[in-house]
T-cell receptor, first 115, second 117 residues
Framework: GQSLEQPSEVTAVEGAIVQINCTYQTSGFYGLSWYQQHDGGAPTFLSYNALDGLEETGRFSSFLSRSDSYGYLLLQELQMKDSASYFCAVRDRNGAGGSQGNLIFGKGTKLSVKP | GAGVSQTPSNKVTEKGKYVELRCDPISGHTALYWYRQSLGQGPEFLIYFQGTGAADDSGLPNDRFFAVRPEGSVSTLKIQRTERGDSAVYLC???????????????FGEGSRLTVL
């Protein structure tokens, strides 16, 4: 079967750094993505790792280790607006004809940022 | 340009009724996805279209659920004989479907909240 594991909740204070871990077990692997979702809103794309290493985009960074089936999202200089749920997602196959296939999501980590 | 549009935003129906949920993807996006999300859970994959055809429908829970995309743009998710357990937010997403070299970013709509009484 396929599974993605991430902590259900994390709490941190404004200005701090927080790391959200994700481990996965899938039949295939074609990249790890992270999405942010505010309460009542749509998930929005944050980052994507296809290869091992760190990808940095402003205050957010994402890391992948394919040999460990593990990745994390690092959020720096936390702001109140970062309070949201964060989902890791794995593309476990490539679709037919060069298309990109589907995306399997974890259950999400609810981040609460306190003043 | 416009994002992914889903209608209705809210639908309340009675057990046993038939419902249709519509998704209008971003213009030019060839890939379209349907997900279902319950409170406190991650999006659960239902079906994925590449163009007009369903490339992967392995997530559809049973034969009461069906989705079409006849012209490769708008898609409709159809649920027959609704049950209380079908209550959830149904999310649609689209993607350029650019192949294996891209990030595969999905652009989500705001969802259709279905409540089955």
């Amino acid at each position: 079967g396929q599974s993605l594991e991430q902590p259900s909740e994390v709490t941190a204070v404004e200005g701090a750094i927080v790391q959200i871990n994700c481990t996965y077990q899938t039949s295939g692997f074609y990249g790890l993505s992270w999405y942010q979702q505010h309460d009542g809103g749509a998930p929005t794309f944050l980052s994507y790792n296809a290869l091992d290493g760190l990808e940095e985009t402003g205050r957010f960074s994402s890391f992948l280790s394919r040999s460990d089936s593990y990745g994390y999202l690092l959020l720096q200089e936390l702001q109140m607006k970062d309070s949201a749920s964060y989902f890791c997602a794995v593309r476990d196959r490539n679709g037919a004809g060069g298309s990109q296939g589907n995306l399997i999501f974890g259950k999400g980590t609810k981040l609460s940022v306190k003043p | 340009g416009a994002g992914v549009s889903q209608t209705p935003s809210n639908k309340v129906t009675e057990k046993g009724k038939y419902v249709e949920l519509r998704c209008d993807p971003i213009s030019g996006h060839t890939a379209l996805y349907w997900y279902r999300q319950s409170l406190g859970q991650g999006p659960e994959f239902l079906i994925y279209f590449q163009g007009t055809g369903a490339a992967d429908d392995s997530g559809l829970p049973n034969d009461r659920f069906f989705a079409v995309r006849p012209e490769g743009s708008v898609s409709t998710l159809k649920i027959q004989r609704t049950e209380r357990g079908d209550s959830a937010v149904y999310l649609c997403a689209s993607s350029p479907g650019q192949g294996r070299g891209g990030t595969g970013e999905l652009f989500f709509g705001e969802g259709s909240r279905l409540t089955v009484l």
